[in-house]
């Protein structure tokens, strides 16, 4: 449990006045109030940090207990203990689903304010504004690509309580879906908290996708580059035979409509697939290939 | 008239102890709208979360209405700037090994 300097924290120095300290703590509330921060974990970290300080500094009891005893705060040692144990039987994630609440007010206070204070302190700094409508709720769901080619069911627990959501097929990386009403309960009959799910997507494919659009690299054979053929290559879902036209570049992009990613609730409405070719050069030639090369180029050159 | 998801504005004062003026300021500068039924103040449901917001604007940080439109507008040009931010990091994908 580290040491917390509350005076470092709102920028004052030792002898600051009430006067000083409310001071310093609107000002920084200001920069960091979790409204003005949006989807901002630092400044929510930063909010939490300065409204600790100020429970404990704008205090009269508080900052004395804090100021006798601050840095040589004696449970170290056995209140250690106690989280290491707390902390190895906990469980890991699942799922690829991190959930984090949204900002709450109360609670989430340091190891080194509960010890001290013993959760919320009486008096102290404004707090915050009541709230009516229930708590927002704010998840981050890692999918892979392959996962969100088709829309599909997945049940995912936040908050100790399962859902069960229905996840579209062609859900773009970092988009930000709501889902009314699965968040925090309202109080006095005010409306629930909403949840916010961000979608993060991580492709391990040989494919890039750009919007619904993928695209690839297709290698392709100096002969049939040249002589014309047909060639077998993976789509997203399968694979597909391509007639290659003789005298083919390198670098020649086929476009293979419709054979893209899923657009996103547009049923069977799908990008397309872009497919560059990359002819290889045959290298390590026999005498025989290289007497046929030079044959041919002779002719070019004639 | 069906006054279903709608909230009236005198439950709001008491529970946040906010002035009904209050409401009345936001609304002449068109940041909320306020139905009237049988005399009695509305708000819609869906509203109360930017209204959350102008409310803790107004009593943590003392921002005054002109402040939060300003704030509010702010906001709305951050998250625009963020969309575009994520489809351009998308998009840079495309050039990423």
């Known amino acids: 449990m580290a040491f917390i300097d509350y005076y470092k924290i709102l920028e004052v120095d030792k002898n600051a006045t009430d006067v000083d300290i409310k001071k310093a703590y609107r000002k920084l509330a200001r920069k960091y109030h979790p409204d003005l921060n949006p989807n901002d974990k630092e400044a929510e970290r930063k909010f939490k940090e300065i409204n600790e300080a100020n429970e404990v500094l704008s205090n009269a009891e508080n900052r004395k207990k804090y100021d006798q005893y601050g840095e040589n705060w004696a449970h170290a040692d056995e209140y250690e203990k106690a989280k290491q144990q707390q902390q190895y039987h906990r469980g890991g994630q699942q799922d690829g689903f991190q959930g984090f609440q949204g900002f709450s007010g109360g609670g989430d206070y340091s190891d080194f304010f509960e010890s001290m204070f013993g959760g919320r302190s009486a008096g102290g700094g404004r707090g915050r504004s009541a709230v009516y409508k229930g708590q927002d709720l704010n998840a981050e769901l890692h999918l892979d690509l392959k996962e969100v080619y088709t829309t599909h069911k997945r049940t995912v627990t936040i908050n100790g309580k399962n859902i069960r959501l229905t996840i579209p097929a062609g859900v773009e990386n970092g988009q930000v879906i709501k889902i009314s009403g699965l968040g925090g309960e309202g109080a006095n009959g005010g409306p629930k908290g909403d949840l916010y799910i961000t979608f993060a997507i991580e492709n391990h494919t040989n494919f890039k996708l750009d919007h619904h659009n993928l695209y690839s690299t297709v290698d392709l054979d100096l002969y049939k580059a040249i002589l014309g053929g047909e060639i077998t290559v993976d789509t997203f879902d399968g694979k597909v035979k391509l007639n290659v036209k003789p005298g083919t570049q390198n670098g020649t992009k086929v476009k293979l409509k419709g054979k893209g990613f899923p657009i996103y609730k547009k049923e069977g409405h799908f990008g397309d697939l872009y497919i560059t070719y990359q002819i290889l050069i045959p290298t390590q030639l026999t005498e025989r290939e290289k007497e046929l090369f030079t044959e041919l180029h002779k002719l070019r050159a004639s | ?97």
């Open chain 2, 1 to 97: 008239m069906n006054t279903e998801n709608l909230i009236p504005l005198n439950k709001l004062c008491i529970y946040y102890k906010v002035e009904l003026s209050f409401f009345s300021n936001l609304s002449d500068i068109g940041l909320i709208e306020i139905k009237t039924i049988e005399d009695s103040p509305y708000v819609h449901q869906d509203k109360i979360d930017v209204i959350e917001k102008m409310i803790r604007m107004h009593h943590e940080l003392d921002v005054n209405v002109e402040g939060i439109d300003i704030v509010l507008n702010l906001l709305s040009k951050i998250d625009d700037l963020q969309n575009e931010l994520t489809l351009t990091k998308n998009r840079l994908r495309l050039y990423e090994k």
